[in-house]
């Protein structure tokens, strides 16, 4: 069940899911996050511009962090995603300057079906979230036709 929240919190970079569930998720989200952050520069430079030694520690910090989430995640637009890939190179940029604390947990309040109090966990500097109704697309005049093309 971890592994599977901690390969949608990457995914998504956001998600709602219960207190205890949250808490614990934190563990395992930032622990895979520092993983990637210990071996520096290493974990986002390109791998042609690596050593050997240097690509051995890639690799070794990559199947680590690939024992324990899946490889692949999915958007919600359909897109397949390399999660490994994203810790890597996304995340652990990201976050290189932070000394820890990637994640954050804000309460909602509680469930309706059977009363479990609920909370977001997302990283730290997640883009706000769109309300998809409040952004609908804009609708598009026609464009005006100027009255002297029309008269002549």
Sequence with gaps: MLRNLAAN????????????KAKELRRVAERLITK???IGKTAYTPQ????????????????????FIPRFGVKTDGTKIDL????????????????GGY??????????????PLSVIEFVDAAAP?????VAAPVEEPAEEPAAAAAG
Excluded: M, W, Y
């Excluded at 690799?59 to 962090?65: A, C, D, Q, T, Y």
């Excluded at 490994?84 to 000394?99: C, H, M, N, T, Y």
């Excluded at 994640?103 to 479990?116: P, V």
């Design 103 to 116: 994640t954050r947990i804000i309460k909602l309040g509680n469930r309706r079906g059977d009363n479990a």
């Design 36 to 38: 990637a952050r210990r």
């Design 9 to 20: 919190l990457i995914t998504h970079e956001r998600i709602e899911t219960t207190d205890a």
């Design 84 to 99: 490994v890939e994203k810790v890597l190179i996304d995340l652990s940029k990201r976050f290189a300057e932070r000394p």
């Design 48 to 67: 042609t511009d690596l050593s050997e030694q240097e690509k051995a520690k890639r690799l070794h910090v990559s199947r680590l962090i690939g024992s």
């Design 130 to 134: 769109v309300d998809k109704q409040k």
